[in-house]
């Protein structure tokens, strides 16, 4: 007999639909996967086995073949587990033949208890687009597959349920979930709150001009001064995610395992701090078969904090600087070549020099002048090209650790930026896919960023002492169209350039 | 205890025909190896191994016949189905003996 059933691979973010296909013959008792599957899925065959027995079936003598078609795009998972024991239910004629149009995925136990697993929401989009009204998905995933409102997301607990299901035995009532009401539900609270950084007024100043033009960010101090803590409150003092970014985040955290257990939508911006240990395939992507998204990607939407700088491996910060610039990453293999979005800020931390006391006035510093050059050369230019604002972080002075004034919390902070992004968004329109200043081509910048006089002169002056180029001239610019944003002014003034001198990335080596 | 290995098969041929197989050949031989009994239950071929010789401390199925002996059992049954052309599911059981009494264990193991 055979049996065919829908069910999904992915690929990517993307997942298309496949048919899983079981014939049953005579002959020897064999059961075989085909239709390249990774090892984990021909693997699926002890838990099928035993599932469909602990379920209260049979299974069948004779030589039992699943195809997985079209045989020519790589299977992984273990989400092919529910379909294939189901159609081989029916190939043995232990369930009728039904002709099922719903997709199907879900991991089976031993027991026969159906199992969670990645990729769920990739999966109701393909349903969404191929037209098909409905899947049928693990209970721990159905609120996830709910999110997509053309597609009914039936829930499964068992083998033997997913089974009276397709005979038409019972009747199960899909998961909803409300995507907008999930986003609506958003508390304001805010859980790492800048008024919990003492003092840092500076940096706090230039934390806001990154969340207000989306501006890469690099802060230098001494341990313990303050800068991962003022990272942390990054994500929460950007605007909140908007409906499709929420999907996308959400998206990317399905396909990586991330969700968390009968969770859907991700409506918070992520944060992701890897260790300076991180390899390469761990930061953009990677692993064996299709490759899976890394850092960069579930930072998308949100914040990468990278801290202490110098320490990651030089190769590994040198593939950011590509998808700094594309928001998305191109991971090539044989076979298979899959993008993955990556628009995140990047915020980094480092010490000023390898003991971390250089400039400190208390403490004196014992690195010797090759050492810091040493320190310094692991961050090439070009890296250090694509941050704007670069911030020193001191150690606080102990009257200012004492103090007892009343700090700016980030929803004071939050509806400045919010006001500055909405300036941009109507300047920029999201225009060539550019909504914030930091997207600003050299252009755009002749464009939009006019100054006055006096600003004029400033520039002038700073290009000719700094010697800045053009490169670091247009950053500059950048960096002072966000600041007059923040300040409601349509042209940018002297001091909005001051500011944004203040903010530059070779400053600093000029000084070693 | 110890029974002989015709021994072994003659009670396990008896035991089987009790529970309604058909038996079909004993001692089929190939160039791979020899299957003990060949036989019918319903709709599905039967290749049967008897241990007859297991003692005491015996576990299972499983650990009686190792790897190597399934794979020339398999390959000696394929030949069969090639060579009678038969077209039915077939199934591999396994009977063993505790003391004298004998014990049967379908569908014992697999192929794949």
Same mark, same amino acid.
């Given at each position: 007999?055979?049996?065919?059933?829908?069910?999904a691979a992915v690929v990517g973010i993307d997942a298309s639909l496949i +048919?899983?296909?079981?014939?049953?013959?005579?002959?020897?008792?064999?059961?075989?996967?085909?239709?390249l599957?990774e090892?984990?899925?021909?693997?699926?065959?002890?838990?099928?086995?035993?599932?469909?027995?602990?379920?209260?079936?049979?299974?069948?003598?004779?030589?039992?073949?699943?195809?997985?078609?079209p045989?020519d795009l790589r299977k992984r998972g273990?989400?092919?587990?529910?379909?294939?024991?189901?159609?081989?239910?029916?190939?043995?004629?232990?369930?009728?033949?039904?002709?099922?149009?719903?997709? &199907?995925?879900?991991?089976?136990?031993?027991?026969?208890?159906?199992?969670?697993?990645?990729g769920?929401?990739p999966l109701?989009l393909a349903?969404?687009?191929?037209?098909?009204?409905?899947?049928?998905?693990?209970?721990?995933?159905?609120?996830?597959?709910?999110?997509?409102?053309?597609?009914?997301?039936?829930?499964?607990?068992?083998?033997?349920?997913?089974?009276?299901?397709?005979?038409?035995? &019972?009747?199960?009532?899909?998961?909803?979930?409300?995507? *907008?009401?999930?986003?609506?539900?958003?508390?304001?609270?805010?859980?790492?709150?800048?008024?919990?950084?003492?003092?840092?007024?500076?940096?706090?100043?230039?934390?806001?001009?990154?969340?207000?033009?989306?501006?890469?960010?690099?802060?230098?101090?001494?341990?313990?001064?303050?800068?991962?803590?003022?990272?942390?409150?990054?994500?929460?003092?950007?605007?909140?995610?908007?409906?499709?970014?929420?999907?996308?985040?959400?998206r990317?955290?399905?396909i990586?395992?991330?969700?968390?257990?009968?969770?859907?939508?991700?409506?918070?911006?992520?944060?992701?701090?890897?260790?300076?240990?991180?390899?390469?395939?761990?930061?953009?992507?990677?692993?064996?078969g299709v490759p899976g998204p890394?850092?960069?990607?579930?930072?998308?939407?949100?914040?990468?904090?990278?801290?202490?700088?110098?320490?990651?491996?030089?190769?590994?910060?040198?593939?950011?600087?590509?998808?700094?610039?594309?928001?998305?990453?191109?991971l090539s293999r044989?076979g298979v070549s899959v993008r993955y979005?990556?628009?995140?800020?990047?915020?980094?931390?480092?010490?000023?020099?390898?003991?971390?006391?250089?400039?400190?006035?208390?403490?004196?510093?014992?690195?010797?002048?090759?050492?810091?050059?040493?320190?310094?050369?692991?961050?090439?230019?070009?890296?250090?090209?694509?941050?704007?604002?670069?911030?020193?972080?001191?150690?606080?002075?102990?009257?200012?650790?004492?103090?007892?004034? +009343?700090?700016?919390?980030?929803?004071?902070?939050?509806?400045?930026?919010?006001?500055?992004?909405?300036?941009?968004?109507?300047?920029?329109?999201?225009?060539?896919?550019?909504?914030?200043?930091?997207?600003?081509?050299?252009?755009?910048?002749?464009?939009?960023?006019?100054?006055?006089?006096?600003?004029?002169?400033?520039?002038?002056?700073?290009?000719?002492?700094?010697?800045?180029?053009?490169?670091?001239?247009?950053?500059?610019?950048?960096?002072?169209?966000? &600041?007059?944003?923040?300040?409601?002014? +349509?042209?940018?003034?002297?001091?909005?350039?001051?500011?944004?001198?203040?903010?530059?990335?070779?400053?600093?080596?000029?000084?070693? | 205890?110890?029974?002989?290995?015709?021994?072994?098969?003659?009670?396990?041929?008896?035991?089987?025909? *009790?529970?309604?197989?058909?038996?079909?050949?004993?001692?089929?031989?190939?160039?791979?190896?020899?299957?003990?009994?060949?036989?019918?239950?319903?709709?599905?071929?039967?290749?049967?191994?008897?241990?007859?010789?297991?003692?005491?401390?015996?576990?299972?199925?499983?650990?009686?016949? *190792?790897?190597?002996?399934?794979?020339?059992?398999?390959?000696?049954?394929?030949?069969?189905?090639?060579?009678?052309?038969?077209?039915?599911?077939?199934?591999?059981?396994?009977?063993?003996?505790?003391?004298?009494?004998?014990?049967?264990?379908?569908?014992?193991?697999?192929?794949?």
């Open positions: 007999m055979f049996a065919r059933l829908t069910s +048919e899983v296909q079981c014939d049953i013959s005579g002959g020897l008792p064999m059961f075989q996967i085909v239709g599957p090892k984990e899925v021909s693997e699926s065959r002890e838990r099928i086995r035993s599932a469909i027995k602990n379920a209260g079936f049979s299974f069948p003598v004779g030589r039992v073949t699943a195809n997985l078609a045989a273990v989400g092919y587990d529910l379909p294939i024991a189901l159609a081989i239910l029916m190939a043995s004629e232990q369930l009728p033949v039904v002709s099922e149009a719903r997709p &199907i995925v879900g991991e089976l136990a031993l027991d026969g208890e159906v199992r969670g697993v990645p769920v929401l109701s349903a969404a687009e191929s037209g098909l009204p409905g899947v049928i998905v693990p209970r721990e995933n159905a609120a996830e597959a709910a999110l997509i409102e053309a597609v009914s997301a039936y829930p499964i607990e068992t083998l033997a349920e997913a089974a009276e299901l397709l005979r038409g035995g &019972i009747h199960i009532a899909p998961i909803e979930s409300h995507a *907008d009401e999930l986003l609506a539900q958003r508390t304001d609270s805010i859980e790492h709150d800048i008024a919990g950084v003492r003092g840092q007024v500076q940096a706090k100043r230039a934390l806001e001009v990154a969340a207000a033009g989306g501006h890469n960010l690099l802060f230098v101090g001494p341990p313990g001064a303050g800068k991962s803590l003022l990272a942390r409150t990054l994500p929460e003092l950007l605007p909140p995610l908007s409906f499709d970014e929420a999907l996308e985040v959400t990317i955290h399905s990586a395992g991330l969700l968390e257990r009968g969770g859907s939508l991700v409506t918070g911006r992520p944060f992701r701090a890897p260790h300076h240990t991180i390899s390469y395939a761990g930061m953009v992507g990677g692993g064996h890394g850092e960069i990607s579930l930072a998308h939407h949100g914040v990468l904090f990278l801290d202490e700088l110098p320490e990651f491996d030089r190769r590994v910060l040198e593939t950011l600087r590509q998808p700094l610039e594309d928001r998305s990453i191109l044989a979005p990556a628009s995140f800020t990047l915020v980094a931390a480092m010490n000023p020099c390898p003991c971390g006391f250089l400039g400190d006035g208390q403490q004196p510093c014992t690195c010797s002048l090759a050492d810091l050059r040493r320190y310094r050369k692991r961050l090439s230019g070009p890296f250090l090209d694509r941050i704007d604002l670069v911030v020193d972080v001191p150690r606080l002075p102990v009257d200012e650790l004492f103090e007892e004034r +009343e700090q700016e919390t980030s929803a004071t902070v939050r509806a400045r930026i919010a006001a500055a992004r909405r300036v941009q968004w109507l300047r920029l329109r999201g225009e060539a896919g550019r909504y914030c200043n930091a997207e600003l081509s050299g252009k755009d910048v002749r464009r939009f960023c006019k100054l006055d006089g006096k600003a004029v002169e400033l520039l002038k002056r700073a290009v000719a002492r700094f010697g800045l180029s053009a490169r670091g001239h247009v950053r500059v610019l950048r960096v002072a169209r966000t &600041i007059a944003d923040l300040d409601a002014c +349509e042209n940018i003034s002297s001091t909005h350039i001051a500011e944004a001198l203040g903010y530059r990335s070779d400053r600093r080596s000029t000084a070693v | 205890m110890a029974l002989s290995g015709a021994e072994g098969e003659e009670r396990a041929c008896r035991l089987l025909r *009790d529970l309604g197989y058909l038996i079909v050949a004993r001692n089929w031989r190939s160039r791979f190896g020899e299957i003990d009994i060949i036989a019918r239950e319903g709709a599905t071929v039967v290749f049967v191994e008897v241990k007859a010789r297991s003692g005491q401390a015996y576990g299972g199925p499983a650990a009686a016949i *190792d790897a190597r002996k399934r794979e020339r059992i398999a390959a000696t049954a394929g030949l069969f189905l090639q060579e009678t052309d038969c077209d039915l599911p077939a199934r591999f059981d396994v009977v063993t003996f505790v003391g004298d009494t004998p014990r049967l264990y379908r569908d014992a193991f697999r192929v794949g």
